[in-house]
């Protein structure tokens, strides 16, 4: 097989952002390449240039391929600590707000999602918060709407819902059948799943706080700083922005418009 050298994954990119619009020139390219390079021993393509041609005729072959690109190891309170800090340093003032409007970008399978909504529900801000949830993969999309779980990833869910500060039992929120654990629909009536991409849509509302947990990380510095500017025009004054472990605003453009409200866990505040 050929070696996905940066020449030939920068011409396939070309082609795919030409044909469908999407955009993957600034992701990390040590992380890009390895993933080109597992989609096309995964299919056993002869060259790249049948992959090339693949990718630019058919659109399902497509969609598993921005499943292959994109990455979606998520899990259910991933990084309780984080969820913890989101309880005692944000929710309080997001509950004095009439109306609570919530960004989760980069919302993958949905479990990050469904943790801030269970513990907005015991905090008692179901009924005045709106979440919308997004995802460039329309496959990921689909598995966060209907939010059916696995066995493990309901357990490894309750683990985590208790180290974050959970206050009842976690199963509470699902009904169970032949292993598979479904989200109950009090949970989802306020929330809006929907594609958009991070790279070439713009902003869409305005939100008094914006989740994108590890995801920037597999973005070069130009991609992240767009991406946080998007954030940053999405976002209301006092809004709140919280980041993955590994991610920052420190060395960022927008850095000066935000006071830091937990340093550890990646939550800042808008103040300009």
Request: hydrophobic share 35%; aromatic share 14%.
């Amino acid at each position: 097989m050929e070696i996905i050298t940066p020449e030939l994954k920068d011409e396939l990119l070309k082609k795919i952002e030409k044909k469908y619009g999407f955009d993957f020139s600034n992701y990390s390219e040590a992380s890009i390449i390895r993933r080109i390079t597992r989609f096309y021993e995964m299919y056993k393509f002869d060259n790249t240039k049948e992959l090339t041609e693949r990718l630019t005729t058919d659109g399902k072959l497509f969609e598993l391929f921005v499943t292959e690109i994109t990455v979606n190891v998520t899990q259910f309170f991933r990084e309780p600590e984080f969820y913890k800090s989101l309880i005692t340093k944000v929710f309080p003032v997001l509950s004095t707000y009439p109306f609570i409007k919530i960004w989760c970008a980069g919302c993958s399978t949905g479990q990050e999602v469904y943790s801030l909504a269970i513990l907005l529900n015991e905090a008692g801000l179901t009924e005045r918060v709106k979440i919308y949830a997004t995802d460039l993969n329309t496959l990921v999309i689909k598995k966060a709407k209907d939010g059916i779980y696995s066995k493990s990833e309901f357990e490894e869910g309750d683990s985590g819902y208790k180290d974050s500060g959970g206050k009842n039992e976690f199963k509470k929120y699902f009904t169970e059948s032949n292993s598979q654990f479904q989200i109950k629909d009090e949970l989802k009536k306020n929330l809006v799943f929907a594609q958009h991409n991070l790279v070439n849509d713009s902003s869409f509302n305005e939100f008094n706080f914006i989740m994108c947990r590890n995801v920037l990380i597999y973005f070069n510095l130009k991609l992240q700083d767009h991406v946080l500017k998007l954030f940053d025009n999405s976002m209301r004054n006092l809004g709140y922005l919280g980041l993955g472990s590994k991610e920052s605003l420190s060395l960022s453009k927008i850095a000066y418009k935000y006071e830091v409200i937990d340093r550890q866990e990646k939550i800042y505040r808008k103040i300009h």
